[in-house]
């Protein structure tokens, strides 16, 4: 689960971590109040994505009256960025935030190392709008300090980071206790990354965080009912969101043909098999192991909710779950919402013969596939996607 850069900081900040001052804004009123308190403010846009400042999403402002000027041409607008994708983000609220001199800026994070099954501080002298360049163009610049899950952060770890950012002398201090509250919070909360960047030097000589990104695991929120408050619905995908209320593994994709699937496994085998045939899928869904009829009906209604569906493929292996309470499933819920796209499905496993039965008594123009390539087969072809 992603939060608001403001959200972020009140995290950090619980952790002792340095920062400017700032207010959130919702309307340009608002951010003119806040502006009052320093010479010179940052109007930053609070959307769920990187590359903020070059879309236009970040501006220094000088007084209230600039401030307020800044947020309503800001409010309301859409920002562009590599990570928003076409439709961009629209910016319903914003952070106000003390304007600081900089010397010099890091970027610092903690951050799960899959390769290697544990935690990693990462550090670049190069921090700021350009890390994704100077981490795609010099690798080297960005190093990495492994971190026990179980120890938790060690004095000498945080030495060898600040060694290889160079980190001067008099802030090491101060780098050292930044390096382990991120390291605190990522293990306490049960974050995925917490990111500070840029970490800038200041001229007066310390150390503040400028911006902060900080990721849930969504798995572990039930432990942190006080994290869930934080999440934005209008940051979502609204399915997605829908999906989630019904446990439903989903996400959405620019493809044409809806998947559903029981087994993450699965469902990226799918996935691929559609692509291989030359498909596009349009989600990633997996209704889990213990789908119920029910379940898999809520599936169906978000599936068939996005107009960019051209055909369902239903690939179902029981082993768990029975292939013939799933059928029930899908022709209640292909009946109730008025099918209007091809279905093809696929049944394997545990009472699929008598899954099959269902589907064939239904009624229903329902396609049978005798194999996961078939079905991705037949999918692609009654979407119009098959090659040529």
Not at 11 to 28: C, S
Request: charged letters at 20%.
């Amino acid at each position: 689960m992603k939060i608001h850069e403001y959200q972020a900081k009140q995290l950090l900040a619980r952790y002792g971590v340095p920062m400017p001052a700032g207010v959130p804004a919702d309307t340009p009123a608002e951010a003119a109040k806040a502006a009052k308190r320093w010479p010179a403010c940052v109007v930053k846009a609070q959307v769920h994505s990187g590359g903020r400042g070059k879309a236009g999403g970040v501006k220094l402002a000088r007084g209230p009256e600039e401030a307020a000027a800044v947020a309503a041409a800001m409010l309301g607008t859409r920002l562009y960025t590599k990570q928003a994708g076409p439709e961009g983000k629209l910016v319903r609220h914003l952070l106000v935030t003390e304007a600081v001199e900089v010397a010099r800026e890091y970027y610092l994070a903690a951050a799960i190392d899959p390769e290697n099954a544990c935690l990693t501080l990462i550090g670049s002298r190069a921090g700021g709008t350009e890390i994704e360049e100077v981490a795609a163009g010099n690798p080297a610049a960005v190093v990495r300090v492994p971190v026990s899950a179980t120890l938790g952060f060690r004095r000498y770890e945080g030495l060898e980071l600040a060694r290889l950012l160079e980190i001067p002398q008099s802030l090491q201090e101060s780098f050292l206790a930044i390096a382990q509250a991120i390291t605190r919070l990522m293990l306490e909360q049960d974050a995925s990354l917490v990111e500070i960047n840029p970490l800038a030097e200041t001229k007066g000589g310390g150390l503040l965080a400028l911006d902060a990104k900080i990721n849930l695991d969504d798995n572990a929120l039930f432990r942190h009912p006080e994290l869930e408050a934080l999440r934005d619905p209008d940051e979502q995908d609204p399915m997605e969101v829908r999906a989630g209320k019904y446990e439903l593994n989903y996400i959405r994709l620019d493809g044409s043909i809806g998947c559903m699937v029981n087994g993450a496994g699965l469902a990226m085998a799918t996935m691929d098999i559609i692509a291989s045939f030359g498909g596009r899928p349009a989600n990633f869904l997996d209704v889990g192991g213990g789908a119920t009829a029910g379940r898999v009906e809520q599936a169906f209604e978000i599936l068939l909710s996005d107009p960019n569906v051209k055909a369902i493929f239903v690939n179902i292996f029981g082993g768990i779950v029975r292939c013939d309470l799933l059928a029930q499933g899908i022709v209640q819920a292909a009946a109730k919402m008025a099918l209007t796209v091809p279905l093809v499905v696929r049944l394997e496993g545990t009472h699929a013969a008598e899954g099959r039965e269902i589907l064939g008594q239904s009624g229903l123009a329902i396609t049978a596939a005798g194999s996961m390539r078939e079905g991705a087969e037949r999918a692609v072809a009654l979407a119009g996607e098959a090659r040529t």
